[in-house]
């Protein structure tokens, strides 16, 4: 059996103890990304906080006025035309979540601003690409409520405007525009997009 020598042993004593500090920094960078993820999403839905996406909009804000690249700003609002009048069923955001989700772009952001209400930020975005990107998601989509068997149907109807020099507001524009589309009637069709939820 060898024996190591003093140096050796302080050596490799100096060794372990770099590892534990460098284990314990990456662990603890680990729990700050999870908490700071939990503080900036919804727990129900997984969608950004309102306090989240009000922060992106500024960023986007930001950048646009000092690059005059434009971005656009969606607010959609959900409806039950079955229960008109009467609160959306519980699990009715965590679906319209997934359905924004499933037909957005991997680049937009989706916030929860209340139970009925979502705001999605869409960077870089000119305001036809927009109406093309918003259009898949304007309209009726079925979802399969956790307390029916029967599937239930949901409006979607959204308001959107692009950030311009000329119109600094997209907030403002985006929330007329969904004031006028809440105004207007909706139309359930066939091709309309749906996503269940199990």
């Given at each position: 059996?060898?024996?190591?020598?003093?140096?050796i042993?302080?050596e490799?004593?100096?060794?372990?103890?770099?590892?534990?500090?460098?284990?314990?920094?990456?662990?603890?960078?680990?729990?700050?990304?999870?908490?700071?993820?939990?503080?900036?999403?919804?727990?129900q839905?997984?969608?950004?906080?309102?306090?989240?996406?009000?922060?992106?909009?500024?960023?986007?804000?930001?950048?646009?006025?000092?690059t005059?690249?434009p971005?656009?700003?969606?607010?959609?609002?959900?409806r039950?035309?079955?229960?008109a009048?009467?609160?959306l069923?519980?699990?009715?955001?965590?679906a319209?979540?997934?359905?924004?989700?499933?037909?957005?772009?991997s680049?937009?952001y989706?916030?929860?601003?209340?139970?009925?209400?979502?705001?999605?930020?869409l960077?870089?975005?000119?305001?036809?690409?927009?109406?093309?990107?918003?259009?898949?998601?304007?309209?009726?989509?079925?979802?399969?409520?956790?307390?029916s068997?029967?599937?239930?149907?949901?409006?979607?109807?959204?308001?959107?405007?692009?950030?311009?020099?000329?119109?600094?507001?997209?907030?403002?524009?985006?929330?007329?525009?969904?004031?006028?589309?809440?105004?207007?009637?909706?139309?359930?069709?066939?091709?309309?997009?749906?996503?269940?939820?199990?």
């Amino acid at each position: 059996m060898t024996m190591w020598t003093p140096e050796i042993r302080v050596e490799l004593l100096a060794v372990a103890i770099v590892l534990l500090l460098v284990s314990v920094f990456v662990l603890r960078r680990l729990v700050l990304r999870r908490m700071a993820d939990r503080a900036m999403r919804d727990a129900q839905t997984g969608a950004y906080t309102v306090a989240f996406i009000q922060e992106v909009y500024e960023a986007e804000l930001r950048r646009a006025e000092r690059t005059g690249v434009p971005f656009s700003l969606a607010l959609a609002t959900l409806r039950d035309e079955d229960r008109a009048g009467k609160p959306l069923p519980a699990d009715a955001p965590v679906a319209a979540a997934h359905w924004l989700r499933e037909n957005l772009r991997s680049s937009d952001y989706i916030g929860r601003l209340d139970e009925r209400r979502f705001a999605l930020v869409l960077p870089e975005t000119w305001e036809e690409d927009a109406r093309i990107v918003v259009a898949r998601i304007d309209g009726s989509f079925r979802y399969q409520p956790e307390s029916s068997a029967k599937e239930r149907w949901l409006t979607c109807s959204v308001g959107v405007a692009t950030w311009t020099p000329e119109n600094p507001d997209a907030w403002a524009g985006a929330t007329k525009k969904l004031e006028d589309a809440l105004r207007a009637p909706k139309q359930q069709s066939s091709s309309s997009l749906s996503a269940n939820q199990t």
